[in-house]
């Protein structure tokens, strides 16, 4: 087991692409700013600022809906090149005082501060030093949770938030986790918070209630997973070398399409949205699979490997293009389709890869 005597700090920024547009357009400023797609386009909602979620908006949500709860709002195309650059002038931030550094995207890392000797050992205030040197530089904001493991280092962040610093000691560990709702543990999405709500889970301390063998007859090799959060055991270690296999993105029809252009159309959308994924994370794929399941459940995948990084281009359409040649698009219904992107590399040190368009689905 990794000691509790580990310091974990979990920078996470507010609002972020909101905040950069904010700040560089002053006249955005206390308004609601919603980045990503246009209202009248089949876009979604990047992120938004915290006086757009006033009003429920939130990430992944259309922006044509977006658009219904708050009309006033000031919708913006994203602009990647410029949150990129903020994002390489936090790390940097970051890399003055540690080495262990886990990025998870553009706005958002771990940070193992455990062997620090700045600040007499003390995390917190490394955190609120990170904090303030964020915001001198960027003129940005960025919320800050410290803990012993990485499950209650990001809890924390989210607890202090907006411009927080929110810390968990070994001490409160374990009265925290079991006032903490189900839904807000590591791992536990939407169905699995359903399944466990089912199961009378309502709270991390209804969790540590369960014995293990109930658990791992309900949820498989993830019960010891959650048999270890409910006591505040989290063994993942910030991983500096993390490296990701393949990025990809599904949609399941409420009813079965027969039309191929439609499927077309649809296998474009969900690039777009795979690439902006691949894009946050600082990452170029060679590799595009497509997925397809039919009406009758049957499920085929095609792809192939490229010797250029895959962009949003007319030639990657005529790969899409190509692919659906090798399936019974037009001849069966499809009730599934899937983009994966895979064969995942850095991109290339000149920067010289194109910016695509990525929120918007005409």
């Given at each position: ?12 920024m ?28 089949r876009?979604?909602v990047a ?35 410029v ?86 000691t ?23 918070a ?6 009378g ?6 969790l ?13 090799k ?141």
């Amino acid at each position: 087991m990794i000691s509790s005597t580990r310091k974990i700090i979990h920078i996470d920024m507010d609002a972020f692409y909101a905040a950069v547009e904010q700040r560089d357009h002053p006249h955005y400023r206390h308004k609601p700013v919603i980045v990503g797609g246009q209202p009248n386009s089949r876009g979604v909602v990047a992120t938004c600022s915290y006086e757009a979620r006033q009003f429920g908006i939130h990430s992944a949500m259309p922006s044509s809906q977006a658009y219904r709860l708050c009309p006033q709002a000031i919708f913006v195309k994203p602009r990647f090149a410029v949150y990129q650059e903020a994002s390489e002038m936090i790390r940097l931030i970051f890399h003055r005082y540690c080495e262990l550094i886990e990025p998870l995207s553009l706005d958002e890392a771990y940070l193992d501060v455990s062997t620090n000797e700045l600040f007499q050992g003390s995390a917190s205030l490394l955190a609120r030093q990170i904090k303030q040197d964020i915001f001198q530089q960027t003129q940005l904001i960025a919320s800050a949770g410290v803990s012993y493991n990485k499950f209650l280092a990001k809890i924390a962040s989210d607890k202090g938030k907006p411009n927080g610093l929110f810390i968990i000691t070994p001490q409160q560990g374990a009265d925290f986790i079991e006032a903490l709702p189900i839904d807000l543990f590591y791992g536990v999405g939407r169905a699995t918070a359903k399944k466990m709500h089912d199961l009378g889970i309502q709270t991390g301390k209804d969790l540590k209630q369960q014995p293990l063998a109930i658990l791992q007859q309900h949820f498989g090799k993830y019960g010891q997973f959650y048999y270890d959060l409910a006591r505040g055991i989290d063994n993942r270690p910030v991983n500096g070398q993390r490296i990701r296999k393949s990025i990809g993105i599904e949609t399941t029809f409420a009813e079965d399409i027969a039309d191929s252009t439609i499927i077309f159309a649809h296998l474009q959308l969900l690039l777009q949205k795979t690439l902006t994924k691949l894009l946050e994370k600082n990452l170029v794929a060679y590799t595009l699979t497509i997925k397809i399941k039919y009406q009758n459940f049957v499920q085929i995948t095609r792809g192939r490997t490229l010797s250029q990084p895959i962009r949003n281009t007319e030639a990657t359409k005529l790969l899409i293009a190509d692919l659906l040649k090798q399936t019974d698009v037009g001849l069966k219904k499809v009730r599934l389709l899937g983009i994966t992107l895979s064969g995942l590399d850095q991109p290339n040190t000149n920067g010289c890869y194109r910016q695509v368009d990525l929120f918007e689905a005409n």
